[in-house]
């Protein structure tokens, strides 16, 4: 296999080499354009001629950085690898962190070092909207995208090798902090009154996401064996509205006991929800009805319920408790009971009881387990 430089200017060289026949018994002619000096463009030269050699050559591309993590993005959610509203996120990320600072890198010429800076980059100014860096927990989002395409790229063998893997994202502090409720029957209190009260009490003593809670149907509540199952969550995205989805995983679907006093206030919310279908002149309600319907009768939106707890807990005194974090506080009761209670017993099941449990932990007091409203334990306020 043989290979020729020519010069093009002051510092720039035209690489010709021989790359074999083609498939119809053709030379296969290879031209390849590099800046430098005339020693950098024979050591180019020699390492395409080895990559031939030995099958690793990659074909030159001018597909940007930017380009292909949309298009892999675009694949991922076609191929049902992610749902609408992973891929909605994605984009963001996309949009907002990769884009404006590596986006225009050509796919092939992208390097650590370059992953690197991009880091650098977000920490200090990597917010879209005033001033200041990114958390540490959003790099790490931002960088698990490009790492997922980059992979997709060498597999593909567009590129040599996912560079992202040689630049690992920024690690998380050991102390970092996770947001929970320390005070559940203070809350319980201050929720009195507040429109989407019932929504955030079943989250918080069940552990599941805003999305499922909205998806809930009175045909999967067994108030009677205190028994939810769940089986849907509500998404929501700009692509396809509001839908209700099927989990993906066999954990998703699960069954959750509830406590004696979750049952009695949701018995009350049925009571309640009955009365008011009566007055309006629509009847019994179907058995797959919504337990939290928006006039229409279809699911509550989450963004609107979201924006509506974050107003919530900022007029309450805790603006960093977002509704996730009951999801959080429940995880941390699982984990945190004593043995015996039941909350303990539910920890030891499988791996849904054990959301974030590494870094959760709620106090223990006087022997009583604080923060826990179920009927096993002194501390009440439901009703």
């Known amino acids: 296999m043989k290979g020729h430089i020519r010069r093009r200017g002051r510092a720039s060289w035209e690489l010709k080499f021989d790359a074999g026949r083609d498939d119809a018994g053709r030379r296969n002619i290879r031209y390849v354009s590099i800046k430098g000096t ?26 940007t950085v930017a380009a292909f993590v949309r298009a892999r ?33 050509p796919l ?26 990114l958390a540490t927990r959003t790099i790490r989002h931002a960088h698990r995208v490009l790492g997922k395409a980059l992979r997709d790229a060498a597999r ?3 590129v040599a090798r996912n560079v992202a893997s040689g630049q690992s994202a920024p690690k998380l502090a050991d102390d970092e902090e996770v947001i929970i409720v320390h005070d559940v029957p ?9 429109r989407y009260r019932m929504v955030a009490l079943v989250a918080l003593f069940t552990g599941m996401r805003l999305g499922e809670v909205l998806a809930l149907r009175w045909n999967r509540v067994d108030l009677d064996r205190k028994l939810i199952q769940v089986r849907e969550a ?14 993906k995983t066999k954990a998703g679907r699960r069954n959750i006991t509830l406590p004696t006093m979750l049952v009695s206030v949701l018995r009350e919310h049925r009571k309640a929800v009955l009365e008011q279908a009566l007055q309006l002149g629509i009847g ?16 509550l939106s989450p963004n609107a ?8 807990a900022d007029s309450i005194g805790q603006p960093a408790v977002t509704f996730h974090a009951l999801r959080h506080t429940h995880a941390s009761q699982l984990i945190d009971a004593p043995p015996g209670h039941r909350h303990h017993q539910q920890a030891t099941r499988p791996r849904q009881a054990r959301h974030d449990a590494a870094h959760l932990r709620a106090p223990v007091s006087q022997g009583r387990w604080q923060g826990c409203c179920c009927d096993q334990c002194d501390v009440g306020g439901l009703r």
Request: proline content about 4%.
């Open 108 to 133: 092939q010429k992208l390097r650590p070092l370059d992953v690197e800076d991009w880091h650098s980059t977000l920490r200090k100014s990597g917010r879209v909207r005033g001033s200041g860096g």
């Open 234 to 247: 509500v998404e929501q995205t700009k692509a396809h509205g509001l839908r209700c989805k099927r989990p």
């Open 73 to 105: 993005v675009d694949q991922w959610e076609t191929a049902g690898d992610i749902s609408a509203r992973t891929a909605q996120r994605y984009r963001q990320l996309v949009e907002h962190q990769i884009a404006p600072h590596i986006g225009g890198v």
């Open 186 to 194: 203070a809350l319980i209190r201050q929720l009195s009154g507040w």
């Open 305 to 312: 319920v979201s924006a509506a707890w974050a107003h919530f």
């Open 156 to 158: 593909n063998e567009l």
């Open 38 to 63: 005339k020693r950098q463009a024979q050591a180019k030269l020699a390492e395409l001629l080895a990559a031939f050699g030995n099958g690793s050559f990659i074909e030159p591309s001018k597909l």
């Open 284 to 299: 019994r309600l179907a058995d797959d009805a919504l337990l939290f319907a928006g006039a229409d009768g279809g699911p």
